[in-house]
Nanobody, 121 residues
Framework: QVQLVESGGGLVQPGGSLRLSCAAS????????VGWFRQTPGKERELVTT???????YYIDSVKGRFTISRDNAKNTVYLQMNSLKPEDTAVYYC???????????????WGEGTLVTVSS
């Protein structure tokens, strides 16, 4: 069994910064690609950014230059540094990770329960 736990959300003023963490624990051989998604009420969950195991990153246009995704493979943890936050960044942020439980085994996709980010003055 695997758990993904997000942390670091909260209330921040426009222009401020937050750092989210996504920690994977449990029966893990390897954590592959990891993504951060966000969702607001009445809207579909949207992809924000992804990172490969080797650190290759992708960002949606609206967060480029403001958000930075990184990872510590030794700790099975992925971070999302969010700077210059805007009210439209307000959402519940979810972590999604592709995980192998054993060498050469299948890859499973896991979701965390989300952390709320509110950008407001």
């Amino acid at each position: 069994q695997v758990q993904l736990v997000e942390s670091g959300g909260g209330l921040v003023q426009p222009g401020g910064s937050l750092r989210l963490s996504c920690a994977a624990s449990g029966s893990i051989f390897s954590v592959g690609n990891v993504g951060w998604f966000r969702q607001t009420p009445g809207k579909e969950r949207e992809l924000v950014t992804t990172v490969t195991r080797s650190g290759g990153a992708y960002y949606i246009d609206s967060v480029k230059g403001r958000f930075t995704i990184s990872r510590d493979n030794a700790k099975n943890t992925v971070y999302l540094q969010m700077n210059s936050l805007k009210p439209e960044d307000t959402a519940v942020y979810y972590c999604n990770a592709n995980i192998q439980h054993v060498r050469y085994g299948p890859i499973f996709s896991y979701w965390g329960e989300g952390t709320l980010v509110t950008v407001s003055s």
